[in-house]
């Protein structure tokens, strides 16, 4: 029987790193007081204890350093797992993951690799300060050689994050801090794997097929509950933004013949925009309705008391999934 | 209550050789007559490399090609002083840092070419793809000596750029790990007076670079960037001093950029023909010729053939990359992950069919 453990998303994060830590000597675990304080979300709680400071370090306070250095790290053997700690502050480290992480193994043409992770906790709905609520995950889907995964479950965290590890490529790793504590799930202690690239059909249907990521599953999962079985609706979950599985999304739609796609960042050139091309490339003749998307506005993030004004909530994606169905 | 002082400081400056081949031999470092001539090849070598790539560009044979003449001490003076298996992380101003670290001559013109395998580096090498943003390549230097430290592997980090770079975040950001962590890594900058058209003095309003070190709580020395032997000296015991657990040094090597900027530049415009004189008297290579004379490692013939030697060497190399095969452009997908991904194969179909 395999041994199940009871965790949410945070607890999940912090089981992979303990499993990667103890199975890798080379998986070091860096960033901004995840070592002696453990992580201001916990992520990281009790590994430097386990593993000591020289396998989980605090760094000085410095975004691009800690990319920066893990980016070395990474070239001259380890496996680095940076952690930002909050999305909106990796924008001090882009340059480096796009100008080097995602272009040494054609730089150096194979002779160096960069094969690192970058964790973030990202999202908005948790009432945080300025630029603590980022969902920047279109930007790093728009920079080659980088991968882009955004887990919604602990079990999917878990897998998704020893695979994030193991991958030989930069794994960027954005966890929807709202529902950080929100889910828990019975996950194997042992070691198992999500595969990167490969979407989850977390609910099966035939009449609309509705995409999302991160935290929005949640408010999908909320909408499809109070629409109380009016459509059939399939549920995708697409995990990985960058590359993404294009595979489940096209024989979805060619099933259903309608699409909404729900995502917390903003409205233009947001992932929703990537994924409707492709439909419109692959599916188009199969469409019954033109695919709607559920975003925010093309606002910045307000602040705490505005900003259920700007997240899609459960009433704006059923205004959407009405909006396709009534077409 | 009077003020204290709480710490004071100093900057020190190296100079062995003068300009006029006068060595202060309390200084001198341990060089065998050998090792010496073997220098001197090298800036030789480099200084022949330079020309030639410079008239390729304006033969039309090279693209935009970035000249380091003046700053050959600098690059085959600390290079000398690494191990094959330590790292550096050069920038586009080091060509003459890669001759020396075994980077095949017809790989670098390669990659002055437009063509990205010129910059994979000889397997029993660690040559670091040179940086073309400015500084970037700063903080990897100090991942790849903290990465060296925790695993155990003895090996030393050199991480080149020039005075430009030390006004940009990822210096300063590198340097305060490097101190924090301890990491055999030593820092040169090639401060060669100018970031294209900007003076020194007004890139930062220190009067050294090498001051910048203290701020992070380890050494940093200024040297005589156009004399080799303190150059080297420098090199050596920093990168002693690293190897052996003591952490991080920055070595400002006081140089100057005889050339433009690039080969898309005219320096006429910001600086005048007597400054560029006045640099002239200083050049590394004639330095170290006068004292050679003076001891009697050098003739007109060691000369003549050591010049004869670095031609022949460069035309068999300029030979060998004009017969380089061109790459095959299906290499464009074949490097970006380890494995191509669903996206990048359809492209690749939708390209070349």
Not at chain 1, 222 to 248: G, M
Not at chain 2, 79 to 108: C, E, H, W
Not at chain 2, 330 to 338: E, G, H, L, S
Request: contains cysteine; neutral net charge.
């Amino acid at each position: 029987m395999v041994k199940m453990v009871v965790a949410n998303i945070v607890q999940a994060v912090t089981m992979g790193l303990r499993q990667e830590l103890a199975r890798d000597k080379n998986v070091v675990v860096l960033g901004e007081d995840v070592g002696v304080n453990g992580g201001v979300f916990r992520a990281t709680d009790g590994l430097q204890k386990e593993f000591g400071p020289e396998r989980v370090i605090d760094t000085p306070l410095a975004e691009l350093g800690i990319v920066g250095i893990s980016i070395g790290m990474a070239v001259n053997g380890l496996r680095p797992v940076a952690e930002i700690q909050f999305s909106g502050f990796m924008y001090a480290a882009f340059d480096q993951l796009l100008t080097h992480a995602g272009r040494i193994r054609m730089r150096s043409r194979g002779r160096y690799s960069c094969p690192l992770v970058v964790r973030a906790p990202y999202g908005g709905g948790i009432r945080a300060l300025e630029l603590h609520c980022e969902s920047g995950e279109a930007l790093f889907s728009h920079i080659p050689g980088l991968k882009m995964v955004i887990p919604s479950n602990p079990y999917d965290t878990k897998g998704l994050l020893a695979s994030a590890i193991r991958d030989p490529d930069p794994v960027i790793f954005y966890e929807p801090m709202r529902i950080y504590r929100a889910i828990k799930q019975d996950i194997p202690e042992k070691e198992y794997f999500v595969p990167i690239g490969k979407a989850n059909v977390a609910q099966e249907g035939d009449d609309l097929t509705l995409i999302v990521w991160g935290a929005m599953i949640k408010t999908c999962q909320d909408a499809i509950e109070k629409l109380n079985n009016k459509y059939s609706v399939e549920l995708i979950d697409l995990r990985t933004i960058n590359p993404y599985d294009a595979e489940t999304i096209i024989s979805s739609v060619k099933k259903t013949g309608r699409c909404v796609i729900v995502h917390e960042a903003i409205r233009t050139s947001g992932f929703a925009a990537e994924l409707i091309a492709a439909i419109n490339e692959k599916a188009l003749l199969s469409l019954e309705a033109p695919v709607v998307r559920v975003t925010s506005p093309d606002v910045p993030f307000p602040l705490a008391k505005l900003e259920n004004t700007f997240l899609p909530d459960v009433n704006r994606v059923i205004k959407g999934i009405e909006k396709v169905m009534g077409f | 209550m009077p003020k204290k002082v709480l710490k004071e400081f100093m900057v020190e400056y190296l100079q062995i050789l003068d300009e006029e081949g006068n060595c202060d031999e309390a200084l001198m470092p341990k060089l065998s007559n050998d090792e010496i001539k073997k220098i001197y090849e090298m800036l030789v070598l480099t200084r022949v490399f330079d020309q030639k790539a410079f008239n390729m560009q304006r033969q039309g044979r090279l693209g935009t090609y970035i000249q380091f003449k003046g700053q050959e001490a600098c690059q085959v003076g600390s290079a000398f002083a690494l191990q094959d298996n330590d790292f550096i992380f050069p920038m586009y101003r080091d060509s003459g840092l890669l001759i020396t670290r075994k980077q095949p001559i017809a790989q670098v013109l390669q990659y002055w070419s437009g063509d990205e395998r010129g910059l994979k580096s000889p397997q029993n090498v660690n040559n670091f793809p040179i940086a073309i943003p400015v500084s970037t390549q700063i903080p990897h230097a100090v991942g790849a000596g903290f990465a060296a430290k925790l695993r155990g592997t003895k090996q030393v980090v050199a991480t080149y750029f020039g005075e430009g770079a030390t006004s940009k975040g990822d210096f300063h950001e590198a340097m305060n790990f490097a101190g924090v962590f301890n990491v055999p890594v030593v820092f040169i900058c090639e401060n060669n007076q100018y970031a294209i058209s900007m003076p020194r003095k007004k890139q930062t309003h220190t009067e050294t670079i090498a001051q910048k070190a203290i701020a992070y709580g380890f050494e940093g020395i200024q040297v005589d960037g156009m004399d080799i032997f303190a150059v080297y000296k420098a090199m050596k015991e920093a990168v002693e001093k690293a190897r052996n657990g003591n952490g991080p040094t920055l070595i400002e090597c006081f140089t100057y950029r005889m050339g433009d900027h690039s080969t898309s530049d005219d320096a006429s415009k910001y600086r005048s023909k007597e400054e560029v004189e006045q640099w002239a008297k200083k050049d590394p290579i004639d330095r170290l010729e006068k004292y050679m004379r003076k001891k009697n490692l050098i003739d007109d013939s060691y000369k003549e053939s050591v010049l004869n030697k670095s031609k022949d060497i460069v035309e068999r190399a300029v030979a060998e990359f004009e017969k380089l095969p061109p790459a095959d452009p299906k290499d464009i997908f074949k490097y970006v992950f380890a494995e191509m991904t669903k996206q990048q194969k359809e492209e690749m179909e939708e390209l070349f069919g």
